[in-house]
């Protein structure tokens, strides 16, 4: 990884954090006293400062400082949290996700100085630009943060670059100036593995530090310091905390203090005690300690000593970021593996070895377990996206002059991340449209019984392969006279047209709106058509409910993956189709339980319940009879059963989704193709269209011809 790499990692690490800031800063708005919430604001900040100037990014780093020093002076008591601050807070998030953009703070940047200027007494504290400013060289102590409420925690750090680090563009000084930030530390390098001269690269570290830090920051904010360059060193970072003893707090000996840090024996401290001096003394003259390690752990030693309370030890979990690109080119890689896996699979069948089959069938379950693990990683919490539109609401709230809230379920619920990547903006517009055409204003509220606040509820639960969104309000509902007289006057309907699913579903259409006049929020009617076609792109499905006086629901109904599934292989007039199979109930034989309904249409009988038929030729325009007995496959639809006819159930497979192109995509009985093991293609069937089809054309025409 070049330095150009580390750059783009600290871009993407920085706009994870502001995401995290926005939601901090919208939640301190309702509990302003939560002095966690003020932290939190605080570290983000903390964080982005110091990987922006270790990475070259001044603008950055120096914005964010001034901002910082904002909330340092709410977390020392010396300024109130009210709206206008958190105002400046979420304007900041702005600033800095525009200059993250490579663009700049402008005219709002210095406004929101003028803000900042314009609480109380507060003043700016400028950046420190030289890193001996901050007090450390080769042994030092330094003061960072101001003192706080509560007793420091004190930690070890033992950080061992590689020797190309610099190389990467990483700033050891910066590094060190962000870590002197967070509180007193102690430096003292180690030259054990620097060269002779003559052998000396100076484009190389050889150095190694042992930093001593007492911190009134969580061991999380520790780590983060070192986020950007973990991989590139050797990094430990142990938590000091001194033992109770007969309930007083005791300090740790200088000799145990050298012995945990590895400079010397258990046996050597014992002799050095018989000594009549000091034992930092003793241990020097020994010649078997360096004086910069004595006076490290007596500076170690000094800071344990000055923590009042346990220091409780944090383990973090570990976690690897990777590149979205890497993650998808081992996607496809698994979806050819499962491809060279089909192949095998089907060779396999024509050999009468049973060794070769034996290897095929392991194959097989490793490629699906490997299939199931790679799939796992890219699938991911709605939390932290549903978690993104409480500064959505809020900001529609003051744009709208409606009192709003948010209400989130299910956001444990995880989905493929490149799908919800794409539901951002049709998201984005369910909400704003529930703000600005759903809730009523306040007073209506309040004169319709209704509380003042009205209540945006985002949902999400997981039915079978696909999974459920679902966006509610508490407000009006759809006025189905006014999107039935405009959709009239626009030619969509006809004058007759009473039922109310239709009328409903005019709001999806283009450039359709109710509004007497565009806003900046609606009415150009790119709203819910935008969410319509972007769903279906998604192979999902929209469908809303409203009830006048109560609000109206929209729900999403989305694929789990895009990209391999377990399919069930079908043959039809000589060609194979795939229905995924988690819709697949069970495969029945056509025989003497299929009898006519009398309207033309064939229902199976299946263990006294009837079942619809559905003739895939029919539905897929193949026509003709069926060679033999025909093959039942009962599939299930949200609720709705249907048997699909076929000439023959080859049987279960995984297949690698592969997009259409051209005229094909328009066909909406087809979704997909996937390529199989004798190299043929096989068209992946969309089973709600299906469904759908069948259902109108039962409705349109007055007798069909029967399957038995």
């Known amino acids: 990884m070049n330095f150009e790499d580390n750059k783009a990692l600290f871009l993407e690490e920085a706009r994870d954090i502001l995401g995290k800031i926005e939601d901090s800063l919208v939640a301190l708005e309702k509990r302003p006293e939560d002095r966690n919430l003020v932290n939190e ?185 070192f986020m950007f360059v973990e991989d590139y060193s050797e990094l430990s970072i142990v938590a000091l905390a001194p033992s109770e003893a007969g309930g007083e707090i005791t300090t740790p000996k200088l000799g145990e203090i050298l012995v945990d840090r590895g400079i010397l024996g258990a046996d050597d401290v014992e002799a050095l005690r018989r000594a009549q001096k000091p034992f930092g003394e003793v241990a020097i003259d020994s010649g078997k300690v360096a004086k910069a390690h004595v006076a490290a752990a007596l500076a170690e030693q000094a800071l344990v000593r000055g923590a009042n309370a346990e220091c409780e030890s944090r383990r973090e979990s570990s976690t690897v970021r990777v590149r979205k690109e890497k993650l998808d080119k081992l996607i496809d890689l698994v979806g050819e593996l499962v491809i060279l896996e089909a192949s095998l699979e089907q060779e396999a069948g024509k050999e009468a070895t049973g060794i070769f089959s034996a290897i095929s069938e392991n194959l097989g379950r490793l490629a699906s377990d490997l299939r199931d693990t790679v799939m796992s990683v890219r699938m991911v919490p709605l939390e932290e996206s549903f978690a993104s539109f409480k500064r959505l609401v809020r900001d529609l709230a003051q744009s709208t002059g409606k009192e709003l809230e948010l209400a989130i379920s299910g956001g444990g619920t995880e989905l493929d991340k490149n799908v919800i990547e794409l539901l951002k903006d049709p998201l984005v517009h369910i909400i704003r449209n529930s703000a600005d055409h759903g809730i009523e204003a306040p007073a209506e509220r309040e ?117 391999i599934i377990e399919g069930l292989l079908v043959r039809i007039a000589g060609r194979d189709y795939v229905i995924t199979l988690s819709q697949v109930e069970e495969c029945v034989d056509l025989t003497g339980s299929v009898r006519d309904r009398g309207d033309g249409e064939s229902i199976a009988d299946l263990r006294g319940a009837s079942v619809p038929i559905l003739s895939l030729r029919d539905s897929l325009g193949i026509g003709g009879s069926f060679p033999g007995v025909p093959r039942l496959v009962v599939v299930n639809h949200e609720g709705v059963r249907v048997g699909l006819a076929v000439d023959a159930v080859i049987g279960k497979k995984q297949v690698v989704i592969k997009p259409l192109s051209g005229a094909v995509r328009r066909i909406k009985v087809i979704f997909g193709a996937t390529i199989l093991g004798d190299g043929s293609v096989a068209l992946l069937l969309d089973v709600a269209e299906i469904i759908k089809a069948g259902a109108g054309k039962r409705s349109s025409a007055p007798r069909k011809r029967s399957i038995a």
């Open 447 to 563: 004169k319709a019984g209704k509380p003042r606040v009205g209540t945006v509820s985002i949902g999400a639960r997981q039915v079978g392969s696909r999974v459920e969104i679902t966006v509610a309000d508490d407000g009006a509902g759809l006025d189905l006279a006014k999107i039935r007289a405009r959709a009239v006057e626009r030619g969509l309907l006809e004058p007759g047209v009473v039922e109310e699913e239709r009328i409903r579903n005019m709001i999806f259409e283009p450039g359709f709106s109710t509004a007497e006049k565009a806003t900046g929020l609606s009415g150009r009617g790119v709203g819910m058509d935008v969410v319509k076609r972007n769903i279906e792109r998604l192979r999902g499905e929209v469908s809303l409910e409203s009830a006048s006086g109560k609000g109206m629901t929209v729900t999403l109904s989305i694929p789990l993956t895009l990209v």
């Open 41 to 225: 604001v605080f570290r983000g900040l903390h964080t982005i400062k110091g990987s922006g100037a270790m990475f070259g990014f001044k603008e950055i780093s120096d914005f964010t400082h001034r901002v910082e020093n904002l909330f340092d002076e709410i977390r020392q008591g010396r300024i109130a949290v009210d709206s206008a601050i958190v105002d400046i807070g979420l304007r900041s998030t702005d600033c800095i996700d525009r200059l993250l953009e490579g663009g700049g703070a402008g005219e709002e940047g210095e406004g929101i100085f003028r803000a900042i200027e314009g609480i109380g007494r507060f003043e700016s504290a400028p950046v420190p630009a030289d890193p001996k400013s901050q007090g450390y060289s080769s042994i030092a102590v330094s003061d960072g943060l101001p003192a706080e409420q509560g007793i420091p925690r004190v930690y070890r750090v033992s950080f061992r670059p590689q020797p190309q680090i610099l190389q990467r563009g990483v700033r050891i000084e910066s590094l060190f100036r962000e870590l002197a930030g967070l509180g007193h530390c102690h430096f003292v390098a180690t030259f054990d593995s620097l060269p002779p001269l003559e052998e000396l690269d100076p484009t190389s570290m050889h150095l190694a530090w042992t930093i001593t830090v007492s911190t009134r920051e969580s061991l999380a904010a520790l780590r983060s310091v």
